[in-house]
């Protein structure tokens, strides 16, 4: 009975973490990066309204590296958000580690039942806790992602700034140094770190396709046929999307370019 009650609090124990961090990693990151950087904006309109005066700056400045020098106008906004991503990106593998112990405890559970309806429960919690873990691993990657390239993550907000004539200009000015062979330090800089950016998601989305392959072969030979369709097309869409990564950052003018075509 003792060990029967350990195993209860143990299981609500794993549940209310999983809830927990998963809440966590969408509500506490912006509020922990204002606290780490003193840095405060009411909001993401906020932020990207600052950004794009900040490219203004930085533009008209020729500053030669953006986002990460004293006289860039861009070095807060970065500065916030890579530290948003590093909060981020800590709480969803917080998430992640607990959904995985979640889903190992709830089949354990669910092989030592015997009745149908609590057999169900068990599946449909299982069930529950993978999808925590999926989007948890997806929030992982993306946010590593911003952490070690926020200037192109922090850049992302100027298509969902408000358009100025001034913007507007600057934009288009980076746009036509970009494509035309001899980019000015400014633009050399933000295409250096957009390149970086595709890197790190092609790496860790290469990890995942190697995890998820291994995790097929492991499942093939359980025969749990099930899990094989879904680690196999997993396995499969994320090569797909590494390759798309490793392409762009091979060659991340035309990417970059489309993205500013697009704010322009």
Do not use: C
Not at 35 to 56: D, F, K, Q, Y
Not at 108 to 123: D, E, G, H, I
Not at 149 to 173: E, H, I, K, Q, W
Not at 201 to 211: E, F, I, R
């Amino acid at each position: 009975m003792i060990e029967a009650r350990a195993a209860g609090a143990r299981w609500w124990a794993v549940g209310a973490a999983t809830v927990g961090f998963t809440a966590a990693a969408f509500l506490v990151p912006w509020h922990a990066a204002s606290a780490i950087t003193g840095l405060t904006w009411a909001g993401p309109h906020e932020l990207a309204g600052s950004v794009g005066h900040a490219l203004v700056s930085d533009w008209a400045s020729a500053v030669p590296a953006p986002g990460g020098q004293a006289s860039s106008a861009l070095t807060d906004p970065t500065r916030f958000w890579r530290w948003f991503h590093i909060a981020k990106a800590l709480l969803a593998l917080a998430a992640l580690v607990s959904a995985i112990a979640l889903v190992s405890r709830t089949r354990r559970a669910r092989r030592a039942v015997s009745t149908t309806a609590l057999r169900f429960a068990w599946a449909s919690a299982s069930v529950v806790g993978g999808g925590v873990a999926a989007l948890s691993a997806v929030l992982v990657v993306a946010n590593v992602q911003g952490s070690f390239a926020p200037l192109s993550s922090v850049l992302s907000f100027l298509s969902s700034g408000g358009r100025n004539p001034a913007l507007s200009d600057a934009v288009t000015a980076l746009d036509a140094s970009i494509g035309s062979g001899h980019p000015t330090s400014t633009a050399a800089a933000i295409v250096r770190d957009f390149a970086a950016y595709h890197v790190v998601v092609a790496v860790l989305l290469a990890l995942v396709a190697v995890l998820a392959g291994v995790a097929t072969v492991r499942a093939t030979r359980a025969r749990r046929w099930g899990s094989v369709v879904v680690l196999a097309a997993t396995a499969t869409i994320v090569a797909v999307l590494t390759a798309a990564n490793i392409s762009t950052a091979l060659a991340p003018a035309p990417a970059l370019q489309s993205f500013l075509s697009g704010v322009a």
